[in-house]
């Protein structure tokens, strides 16, 4: 079941979705979904590699307290 889809930029501008990235993952993280899953966006220069560097962190195992 999908939670809720997310683009960060329907134009395909980067620095648009550069803007959105982080709102973007702080609502998606608060939806309470079990699973997240992102595509690669743009390409790996400026900031599609900012992007998706990002996006790697965001997908890295959290520790727990």
Known sequence: RVVRGASLSDAGDEIQAAQ??????????????????????????????????RLGRAAAPRRTA
């Not at 993952?25 to 595509?39: P, T």
């Open 20 to 53: 959105r990235l982080f709102a973007a993952l702080r609502a998606l993280d608060d939806s309470g979904a079990e699973l997240i899953v992102a595509e690669p966006w743009g390409d790996r220069t400026g900031l599609g590699q900012a992007i998706a560097d």
